[in-house]
Every structure is written in structure tokens, then in C-alpha cells.
């Protein structure tokens, strides 16, 4: 295998279909994406600088990562919401080899979801632990309802739209109301602090490479 051949397979290099369609008429839209199931417990590790390259790779612009457990910035300029997901799951898998689920919102979603929180107050007062736990399709209530006698400590839950909102009042740790049982009974998702929930939004507005901390430049 030659150099550039090698070079190929390890970075997955852009093939026909693999890559962002180049639309230079269409203005980019800020997503914000958050990965499920990646770097926990040592586990189906992908390091920030492997995302965001991969997402360049791919065609998108502006990639920024925040924090270790996927979440990532970036636009596009021609895919959107399951479509733009289904990609960037195909695109993953061939790139990491593993199945990694993408749950991607809008800079306008995700101020609809921050400003729909049902439990402000906890978010004011214990923002680490209300959760918010993203899926692929809107929630229907009787499937919250079924979650909701599941619980049996003091965990509060409540949906809206393709969001649950629940607050671990005694942490999330030692909780009863598991990630397993969520999923048992609403389907796959994957779940955010109220904190990186806030950091996401300030990412994300305006443009992702705006607002993202940057090193400052030298001087000459």
C-alpha cells in the first residue's frame, strides 16, 4: 500500500457521497450535535481532535468540540436534522468503526429547549443535576407517563417535544431512575447537564467560531 494510499484509510478520505454536497449559494447553519455513548469508563474511546477533524474531512466548517463526552459545533450547508444524523452516524462508522448516535439540534432548537425547561428553579439553584436527555423523535406523553411510575426515589421528570428534562434531587449516581430504564421505556438518547446545556447555547450563537474560547494571538 502506498503512503498516500495509507494516508487514505486512516483519516477516511472524502469519497463520492462522504462529503458535505459544496453549495456555495446556500449559507451555513450552525448545528450543534451530541454524540451518545462515547469515552465512558474508558470505553469506545474518540479523542475531541479526532471529531473535529473528522468533521472537516467530511466538508463541514467552523468544527469546535466542548468537553470529553461529545459535543460538537459546526455548519453545514445543505443537510439538516435526521438526514444531517444519519450521515454523520454512517460517515462515524466507517471512520471509528463503532455505531455512535448523533442527536443534532438547531441554534433556534436549542434556545426553544433551554427556554421550555420546566424546572427552572432547580436549574437556578442545582444546574449539575437536572439532566436533559435528547432523542430522535418527539416523546408521547403516555410513554412519559409509564416512565414516570417507574420512579421511586425522588426524581422528577417531564418532556417536551424531543426533550425529557429530569431532576436528580440526591445526584445522579446512586439514582434508581437509570439511563437503561429511560431508554427501556422512551428509546435511545443521550444526556446533557444543565451546565453544558448553557456552555452548548453560548457556542453555538452567532456562529460557532465567534463565541468558542480561542487562544489569543501573539503580538508581533
Known amino acids: 500500500m502506498t503512503r498516500a494510499a495509507r494516508k487514505d484509510v486512516l483519516i477516511g478520505a472524502a469519497q463520492p457521497g462522504n462529503r458535505e454536497p459544496v453549495q456555495p449559494s446556500a449559507s451555513p447553519t450552525a448545528h450543534v450535535a451530541l454524540l451518545r455513548g462515547i469515552n465512558v469508563g ?28 461529545g459535543n460538537l459545533v459546526f455548519e453545514s450547508r445543505s443537510r439538516t436534522g435526521a438526514e444531517l444524523e444519519r450521515f454523520l452516524e454512517a460517515a462515524a462508522l466507517k471512520r471509528f468503526a463503532l455505531e455512535i448516535d448523533f442527536f443534532v439540534r438547531t441554534p433556534e432548537e436549542w434556545k ?8 427552572r428553579k ?16 418527539p416523546l408521547a406523553a403516555t410513554d412519559v407517563v409509564s416512565l414516570q411510575s417507574e420512579i421511586k426515589g425522588e426524581e422528577i421528570v417531564s418532556s417536551k417535544g424531543r426533550q425529557l428534562y429530569a ?21 435511545r438518547c443521550t444526556g446533557r447537564n444543565w451546565n453544558t446545556v448553557l456552555k452548548l447555547a453560548i457556542l453555538a450563537k452567532s456562529g460557532s467560531a465567534k463565541l468558542t474560547p480561542v487562544a489569543p494571538r501573539k503580538r508581533i
Open 167 to 187: 431532576f436528580y434531587p440526591n445526584g445522579v449516581g446512586r439514582s434508581r431512575l437509570t439511563n437503561a430504564i429511560i431508554e427501556r421505556k422512551l428509546g
Open 112 to 119: 426553544t429547549l433551554i427556554r421550555q425547561n420546566p424546572f
Open 42 to 69: 474508558g470505553h469506545r474511546s474518540v479523542g475531541m481532535t479526532d471529531l473535529r477533524n473528522f468533521l472537516t474531512q467530511l466538508g463541514f466548517n467552523e468544527a469546535r468540540s466542548l468537553l470529553q463526552s
Open 122 to 137: 432547580e436549574a437556578e439553584l442545582d444546574p449539575g443535576h437536572l439532566l436533559v436527555m435528547f432523542f430522535k423523535s
